[in-house]
């Protein structure tokens, strides 16, 4: 383990600030509970009440209570503290919050999807420096991946195929899988070949590529015409066990999506490389809304189930919850658990050589590529690894919301996660997670609420919050890059390259000024080797 | 073969030699950039390549190491081919280079930046990594050991864990040099690796050149512009003018070579270039 690493620390000379800490978690959990129990609002004084039930106050004690978990990661306080503060407030408060308003868990739900992608985004541009604005195309992937088969869509596939194909089936299952086979082999030899390529082993590679490509398709046709037998059985999708499975194939089509998109635009880089990821990502967007036999175009796909785990179920009832609020409450555990999983992903990548080798592509492609990194490779496994995140979390999605359009995946979406990214701050784990809550939070509880509370003032409409929702959250964006360019919560790497002559301590160290001037034209005359070097007391903690 | 041995040879054996290139050229365009340059660098030597500036020299590195792809030409390292390669199969091949303008990873510390230097020597892969098997556990001990040995060697260890951009620019080329060793290379490539040092400094770096051949086994060959560190340190030295070459041999001989003189005095209008002169001399007379 090297020592700098991308992280965290509480500042070195904070006070401990356990007691701090549990009582304001008390507070606000108090406070949320009351506000969102109106069994308990009732009992209230009806002033109080109302104040309470005010839109814009609720989500104010909503951003308050999740404060809290951001006060127990930051501050410095006792283990324990910060444990039993994040884990009743994720595990008991936030839940029992979301019984009688599932839209607190809604929330929930939400942040720990935009966490997912901004975590996804950060490796590709935060680590591996590859400006992708296409993003949301991998989200949609998984999206449809479930959406299509855990609804009644794969029914009404099958049935298409059904009424419309010759009885061909098996021909062109055997007839893909040939062709899949003769491709992958030849591309293999071609690969095998050593030395430089030829434009004929080129063009052949091409070729070949191309009828894999065909291959691949003639063989799901082939398979979904041979299923087609089973239309009837699936009007309603899948068995939603199944779910769990489509968690795994959504991670790989997300994957192998990465890859068919990286394999082609990987070799440019910056604007370029933005522009066409841009245009691939609206490809797949146009192309869910054109391949209306498999994604139902524009009106999109619905109802969409999800999984159901009995003893869970009952839990979620015995704890109050109405049977059609289970599968919310079951998708907010399972979305805790894929976080904690991507985040433990992102931190052993991002401590590993691979991590090591995007943040060299990141910094100076050539050099890195001199010192034996695979520029292709490794730019394609970080895009693989940003859109299987995007991937699984589109699974959640589509079971959450119970309804996928081209809409929910348009570019828009796609700069919102870069926001997020870029807000909390880049290649750093943390910063994303609270660029995305952040952003969440503004988008879809603190904005909306400010225009509910101001509705009934009557504001004339250019004064009106409500209708100013976007310039707020503009605002809000164009503050925070000029305050805090670094991001939210920066990594340790952001914050040393941008704040490194600000020592806290105000005296500079001749070192200081040497580094700064230090070009190599006048390199040789400013520099005098017997300058001690500030290598050692800065370990203490000088820019940390 | 020692090094002395070396030295003592004028021409060694061709069993010995570990880089050989014949007929390589570089076309851009309407200009060639390297004209058919044969060089045969034999194993455990320090040689260098000289020439006036926009001789060729660069390109002629860029095309060994795989940046640029040859017009035509053969590179073949103990015996086998280059070409095609991209740089970084070179480099797992066993040619590490620094760079002229210097490529340092800026927000890595200089222990980051050898490690990554690593790369192509570590088993681990995306697995290893992910669910942290023994074999990453020992990937990285052995990166962070390698790049701890090579900051050693060149004298940076006290900036172990200081950003690579804050060190002094002659310890920049010396982190360079870290990195390029700790690929385990057969031959290391240095462009112009004295630039912008001052005489200690570029003493300390003459020091370092000569161990990195002797205590490391590693084959050296340099492009420099200081006359006198290429004169005492090179065992052969091949000069390059517009893209050709036009001489090569024993650092004596090539001194009073009339084409070489020639090289870099009937362009000798601008200042900076007298200097270089004087210098050759200079070199000539120490």
């Given at each position: 383990m090297?020592?700098?690493?991308?992280?965290?620390?509480?500042?070195?000379?904070?006070?401990?600030?356990?007691?701090?800490?549990?009582?304001?978690?008390?507070?606000?959990?108090?406070?949320?509970?009351?506000?969102?129990?109106?069994?308990?609002?009732?009992?209230?004084?009806?002033?109080?009440?109302?104040?309470?039930?005010?839109?814009?106050?609720?989500?104010?004690?909503?951003?308050?209570?999740?404060?809290?978990?951001?006060?127990?990661?930051?501050?410095?306080?006792?283990?324990?503290?910060?444990?039993?503060?994040?884990?009743?407030?994720?595990?008991?408060i936030l839940p029992w919050a979301g019984r009688d308003n599932t839209s607190v868990l809604d929330l929930a739900i939400q942040?720990?999807?935009?966490?997912?992608?901004?975590?996804?985004?950060?490796?590709?541009?935060?680590?591996?420096?590859?400006?992708?604005?296409?993003?949301?195309?991998?989200?949609?992937?998984?999206?449809?991946?479930?959406?299509?088969?855990?609804?009644?869509?794969?029914?009404?596939?099958?049935?298409?195929?059904?009424?419309?194909?010759?009885?061909?089936?098996?021909?062109?299952?055997?007839?893909?899988?040939?062709?899949?086979?003769?491709?992958?082999?030849?591309?293999?030899?071609?690969?095998?070949?050593?030395?430089?390529?030829?434009?004929?082993?080129?063009?052949?590679?091409?070729?070949?590529?191309?009828?894999?490509?065909?291959?691949?398709?003639?063989?799901?046709?082939?398979?979904?015409?041979?299923?087609?037998?089973?239309?009837?059985?699936?009007?309603?999708?899948?068995?939603?066990?199944?779910?769990?499975?489509?968690?795994?194939?959504?991670?790989?089509?997300?994957?192998?999506?990465?890859?068919?998109?990286?394999?082609?635009?990987?070799?440019?880089?910056?604007?370029?490389?933005?522009?066409?990821?841009?245009?691939?990502?609206?490809?797949?967007?146009?192309?869910?809304?054109?391949?209306?036999?498999?994604?139902?175009?524009?009106?999109?796909?619905?109802?969409?189930?999800?999984?159901?785990?009995?003893?869970?179920?009952?839990?979620?009832?015995?704890?109050?919850?109405?049977?059609?609020?289970?599968?919310?409450?079951?998708?907010?555990?399972?979305?805790?658990?894929?976080?904690?999983?991507?985040?433990?992903?992102?931190?052993?990548?991002?401590?590993?050589?691979?991590?090591?080798?995007?943040?060299?592509?990141?910094?100076?492609?050539?050099?890195?590529?001199?010192?034996?990194?695979?520029?292709?490779?490794?730019?394609?496994?970080?895009?693989?690894?940003?859109?299987?995140?995007?991937?699984?979390?589109?699974?959640?999605?589509?079971?959450?919301?119970?309804?996928?359009?081209?809409?929910?995946?348009?570019?828009?979406?796609?700069?919102?996660?870069?926001?997020?990214?870029?807000?909390?701050?880049?290649?750093?784990?943390?910063?994303?997670?609270?660029?995305?809550?952040?952003?969440?939070?503004?988008?879809?509880?603190?904005?909306?609420?400010?225009?509910?509370?101001?509705?009934?003032?009557?504001l004339p409409p250019q004064v009106n919050p409500a209708q100013l929702q976007r310039l707020v959250f503009g605002g809000i964006l164009v503050a925070m890059m000029l305050f805090r360019p670094e991001g939210l919560l920066p990594s340790v790497r952001q914050r040393r390259m941008m704040h490194e002559d600000d020592d806290p301590s105000g005296n500079m160290t001749p070192q200081d000024s040497l580094a700064g001037e230090l070009k190599p034209e006048n390199a040789a005359e400013v520099y005098s080797p017997g300058v001690a070097t500030r290598a050692d007391n800065e370990r203490g903690g000088g820019t940390q | 073969m020692t090094a002395i041995s070396n030295r003592a040879s004028a021409r060694p054996a061709p069993s010995s030699t570990i880089l050989s290139i014949k007929g390589l050229t570089k076309i851009f365009g309407g200009l060639t950039a390297v004209n058919s340059v044969d060089l045969e660098i034999p194993r455990q030597s320090i040689v260098s390549v000289i020439g006036p500036n926009g001789a060729g020299k660069t390109t002629f590195f860029n095309m060994i190491t795989g940046i640029y792809e040859p017009s035509s030409g053969s590179v073949d390292l103990d015996g086998v081919s280059l070409l095609g390669l991209r740089p970084d199969q070179v480099t797992s091949a066993g040619i590490a280079r620094t760079f002229q303008n210097i490529r340092l990873f800026a927000s890595m510390d200089s222990q980051e930046n050898v490690m990554v230097g690593r790369h192509s020597r570590l088993k681990a892969g995306y697995i290893d990594s992910l669910l942290r098997t023994k074999r990453f556990h020992e990937s990285e001990k052995e990166a962070e050991d390698v790049a701890n040995l090579m900051l050693e060697f060149v004298g940076l260890s006290r900036f172990r864990h200081e950003l690579a951009t804050n060190l002094p620019y002659g310890d920049q080329r010396k982190l360079e040099i870290a990195r390029a060793l700790a690929t385990s290379p057969k031959l290391v490539l240095l462009d112009e690796p004295a630039a912008g040092m001052n005489p200690r400094e570029t003493e300390e770096l003459k020091s370092l050149i000569r161990r990195i051949r002797d205590d490391l086994g590693v084959t050296v060959c340099l492009i420099e512009h200081d006359m006198r560190l290429v004169m005492t340190l090179s065992e052969y030295i091949t000069v390059l003018d517009y893209g050709s070459k036009i001489a090569e041999g024993l650092p004596h001989e090539v001194r009073n070579n009339p084409k070489v003189m020639e090289a870099y005095l009937g362009r000798g209008a601008a200042a900076g270039e007298y200097g270089k002169e004087e210098q050759l001399k200079g070199g000539a007379n120490a």
């Open positions: 090297t020592a700098i690493r991308p992280g965290s620390q509480p500042p070195v000379a904070a006070p401990d600030r356990s007691v701090a800490l549990i009582v304001l978690a008390v507070i606000s959990s108090a406070l949320l509970l009351i506000s969102q129990e109106s069994s308990w609002l009732a009992r209230l004084p009806s002033a109080l009440a109302n104040f309470l039930k005010n839109p814009l106050v609720a989500s104010l004690v909503l951003t308050f209570f999740l404060a809290n978990l951001l006060f127990a990661y930051r501050w410095k306080a006792s283990l324990w503290a910060k444990l039993l503060v994040g884990g009743l407030s994720l595990f008991l942040i720990g999807i935009f966490a997912a992608l901004s975590l996804g985004l950060n490796i590709v541009v935060g680590l591996a420096g590859l400006l992708d604005l296409g993003y949301i195309a991998f989200f949609a992937v998984g999206a449809y991946t479930w959406g299509i088969f855990g609804s009644g869509q794969i029914g009404k596939v099958l049935t298409y195929f059904k009424d419309n194909s010759a009885n061909n089936g098996p021909v062109v299952a055997v007839g893909g899988l040939v062709l899949l086979i003769v491709t992958a082999l030849s591309l293999r030899a071609i690969n095998r070949v050593g030395g430089k390529r030829t434009p004929v082993a080129s063009w052949a590679f091409l070729l070949a590529a191309l009828g894999l490509v065909i291959g691949v398709t003639l063989l799901v046709r082939g398979l979904v015409m041979l299923a087609a037998a089973n239309a009837a059985g699936l009007t309603s999708g899948v068995n939603p066990n199944f779910f769990w499975l489509f968690l795994i194939l959504a991670i790989a089509a997300a994957a192998s999506v990465g890859v068919l998109i990286g394999l082609p635009v990987l070799k440019l880089k910056g604007d370029y490389l933005a522009i066409i990821t841009l245009g691939l990502g609206e490809v797949i967007r146009v192309l869910a809304n054109n391949l209306s036999t498999y994604t139902n175009g524009s009106q999109g796909i619905t109802p969409i189930g999800s999984a159901s785990v009995p003893w869970f179920n009952s839990l979620a009832g015995a704890i109050g919850f109405t049977p059609d609020q289970y599968s919310l409450f079951f998708l907010y555990f399972v979305v805790l658990i894929i976080i904690a999983v991507i985040i433990l992903a992102n931190m052993r990548l991002d401590r590993s050589k691979i991590g090591r080798a995007w943040i060299a592509i990141r910094e100076d492609e050539i050099a890195a590529q001199a010192m034996g990194v695979p520029l292709v490779q490794t730019k394609l496994i970080a895009f693989a690894t940003g859109a299987s995140f995007a991937g699984i979390m589109g699974v959640i999605f589509a079971a959450k919301q119970g309804f996928i359009s081209p809409e929910s995946f348009i570019l828009n979406q796609s700069i919102s996660v870069l926001s997020m990214v870029v807000l909390g701050g880049l290649g750093s784990i943390p910063g994303v997670i609270l660029g995305a809550a952040v952003v969440t939070i503004l988008n879809i509880s603190l904005l909306p609420s400010l225009g509910e509370a101001t509705a009934s003032l009557n | -």
